[in-house]
């Protein structure tokens, strides 16, 4: 775990000069939010990025949803999620996996949730690991 000259360090000056900033304080109650900012992303997307990541559910997800064979929806095509063997994975392309109506569909099979492999491909079942992400997605776990 960094500590927090460690952390300060590692980060670009804005984002320094942005968190020096006092929080806005007024009321000391919700009424003191001014903004509130949404990350959104496909589900994929945030289990290949942050599934494995302290304090995020993701792969530890205690009640992830099963399929109808009791197995969770992890386990695709006899395949579990993994991190490729690729030399620098946080920087190396990994190809997309589609995002059609049709392929959509057929990986969901009808709420079984069992053909993303045969349906998405086998990067569907790709993650990383926070070694692999760059410092700004990273500093958030430490």
């Known amino acids: ?57 993701g792969f530890a997800d205690p009640h992830p949803a099963t399929r109808p064979d009791g197995r969770s929806v992890w386990h695709q095509a006899d395949l579990l999620p993994f991190r490729p063997e690729v030399k620098d994975l946080g920087g190396a392309f990994l190809p997309d996996p589609p995002h059609g109506w049709n392929d959509g569909h057929a990986a969901w099979n009808a709420g079984r949730f069992d053909q993303w492999v045969p349906n998405k491909g086998v990067q569907t079942m790709t993650h990383h690991t926070r070694a692999d992400l760059p410092y700004h997605f990273a500093l958030a776990d430490a």
Do not use: C, W
């Open 1 to 57: 775990m960094l500590g927090v000259p460690a952390v300060a360090a590692a980060m670009p000056a804005g984002l320094e000069k942005a968190l020096a900033i006092p929080a806005n304080n007024r009321t000391g109650s919700i009424e003191d939010v001014e903004h509130v900012i949404f990350l959104m992303q496909e589900n994929r997307s945030f289990d290949h990025y942050f599934g494995t990541l302290r304090g995020v559910r």
